[in-house]
Structures are given as structure tokens and as C-alpha cells.
């Protein structure tokens, strides 16, 4: 199984909903088969974004599901979807939201005033209140080093290759062959 964030939400086996997708738009393929639980892309991102150590931007989550009538726990790394219509960048009052281009959801910390009602309506708990400074943070896929070319660092460190970054085009051929074999696949908004 694949989670996919990519800001739409596709049914499981519905091709044509993926070809409707904006393939420039900057995607995280989390591939749940490879993923092995080792917290590798949280401490990655713990030390790039220097976050205190109750702020997680990206937390490894474990569900516990049935697939193909057998039991499975799955591993994979949560954080911002980086929706196609943001409801964090809808309510925020100050407008520290904003979507670019390439489909990053970017979070100005500088405007940010600690309100957390983008806390409350993200239905991903994507922003994080840290209480050092009094103000939200949230995954914005490393866009510094994405611009450059790079990989965010959860996807550079993760070892078992589980992560996978870049623009949703690139990756269409894998997610069509997964719906294909009837794997789920997870398209997050």
C-alpha cells in the first residue's frame, strides 16, 4: 500500500481520478510496504529544522488493518498534504498561509500569531504548536532544498527507501501499476 500527498483524495482503483491530478504539482510518496518503523525520517527532520523536542513535523504513525483478509500493521510517515484547497490557509486571520506554484502550502512563521485554528481544521494534525515560541510550524517538504533539486531530508535519510519526493508526473507510472494490482493507494487532501 502507498500514501500519497499530493492535496487530492483518490478513491482506491480509480485511474481516471488520477489522471486528472496536476502532474507539476510536488508530491511525497510514502510506499507502507518498505517502510520498517525506524523513526529515521522524524529524526531527520528533527535536526534539519532544529525543532524542539515536542514539535514533530512528520510523525510515523502504525495502523493496525486487514488487507486482503489478513491482519497488517502499517508504517508511514504523516505530515502537511499540502492541499489543493488548504482549509489551514482559509481560517487563518492573518494570512501566514500561503500555496506556490508548485503546490507547496507555506506556513510564514514571521506573521504567525499562535491562534492554532489551523491546528484545529487540518484534518491531518499537520501544523504543530510549539510552546517555546508560541507560534505554529508544519512540514513544508524541506522547499529550500526542493528548489535547489534535493530531496527533503526525511526522503534523503530514509533507508529502506520508503520515501519517495518529486513532481507527481514522476511518480504516475508507479501509482498507476500499484491500482492496477489492486494495491490501495491513499491520495491525501
Known amino acids: 500500500m502507498s500514501l500519497i500527498f499530493v492535496g487530492k ?3 482506491n482503483g480509480n485511474l481516471k ?4 491530478l496536476q502532474l507539476n504539482q510536488m508530491a511525497m510518496v510514502v510506499d507502507t510496504d518498505r517502510c520498517i518503523g525506524c523513526h529515521g525520517c522524524e529524526v531527520a527532520c528533527f535536526i ?8 514533530r513535523l512528520n510523525p510515523l504513525i502504525r495502523i493496525e488493518t486487514e488487507i486482503k483478509g489478513a491482519f497488517s500493521l502499517l508504517n508511514f510517515s504523516m505530515r502537511c498534504a499540502h492541499c489543493d484547497n488548504p482549509q489551514c490557509m482559509l481560517v487563518c486571520p492573518v494570512r501566514a498561509y500561503k500555496k506556490d506554484p508548485d503546490g507547496f502550502v507555506i506556513h510564514n512563521v514571521g506573521r504567525c500569531i499562535g ?4 491546528r484545529t481544521c487540518c484534518p491531518y494534525g499537520a501544523p504543530k504548536y510549539n510552546a517555546n515560541n508560541g507560534k505554529v510550524k508544519k512540514c513544508d517538504f524541506c522547499i529550500g532544498r526542493a528548489k535547489r533539486g534535493e530531496d527533503p531530508q526525511c526522503v534523503a535519510k530514509c533507508i529502506m527507501q520508503a520515501l519517495h519526493f518529486g513532481k507527481l508526473g514522476d511518480h504516475l507510472q508507479m501509482l498507476k ?12 487532501q
Do not use: A, R, T
Not at 529544522?49 to 514539535?55: A, G, I, Q, T, Y
Not at 491562534?115 to 489551523?118: A, F, H, K, R
Not at 501499476?177 to 491525501?188: T, V
Open 17 to 20: 481520478e488520477v489522471e486528472g
Open 48 to 55: 534539519e529544522k532544529k525543532l524542539p523536542d515536542s514539535v
Open 177 to 188: 501499476e500499484k491500482l492496477s494490482y489492486g494495491e490501495g493507494i491513499l491520495i491525501l
Open 9 to 11: 483524495h483518490i478513491q
Open 115 to 118: 491562534c492554532q485554528l489551523c
